[in-house]
Nanobody, 119 residues
Framework: VQLQASGGGLVQAGGSLRLSCTASGRISTYAMGWFRQGAGKEREYVGS????????YYAHSVLGRFTISRENAKRTLYLQMNSLKPEDTAVYYC??????????????WGQGTLVTVSS
C-alpha cells in the first residue's frame, strides 16, 4: 500500500493544523502511526493508532496537544495538531504496519509533509 501525507504548511505558534494521510489500498487491518524529523535531528515517534481506532498512544512531547484519528472507509489517517510550538517544526511522516499493534517496526511509509511553526 502507498501512503500520501498532506496538509503541512506554515503556522504561527499557538495555531493548529490537520495532517492527512491517504492510502492507495485498504488500511483497516493496519495499525498506523505518525513520525516526524526536524532538521538535523533523528526521526521521532509522534503517536499511533490501532486498526480499529480504539487505542491511541502519543509521545510525551505532544500528549494533550495532538490527536490521531482514522476513517478506514476513506482509507485516511489524520493528525490534528493544536497549540503548536516552534519545536514542532519538522517533516511529518505517516506509516502503517501489519500484525500486532505493539510491533515497533512499520512496513509502509509515506513521503513527508513539512510543518513549520513560527514564533
Amino acid at each position: 500500500v502507498q501512503l500520501q501525507a498532506s496538509g503541512g504548511g506554515l503556522v504561527q505558534a499557538g495555531g493548529s493544523l490537520r495532517l492527512s494521510c491517504t492510502a492507495s489500498g485498504r488500511i483497516s487491518t493496519y495499525a498506523m502511526g505518525w513520525f516526524r524529523q526536524g532538521a538535523g535531528k533523528e526521526r521521532e515517534y509522534v503517536g499511533s493508532i490501532s486498526s480499529s481506532g480504539g487505542t491511541t498512544y502519543y509521545a510525551h512531547s505532544v500528549l494533550g496537544r495532538f490527536t490521531i484519528s482514522r476513517e478506514n472507509a476513506k482509507r485516511t489517517l489524520y493528525l490534528q495538531m493544536n497549540s503548536l510550538k516552534p519545536e514542532d517544526t519538522a517533516v511529518y511522516y505517516c506509516a502503517g504496519k501489519t500484525g500486532s499493534f505493539y510491533r515497533t517496526e512499520y512496513d509502509y511509509w509515506g513521503q513527508g509533509t513539512l510543518v513549520t511553526v513560527s514564533s
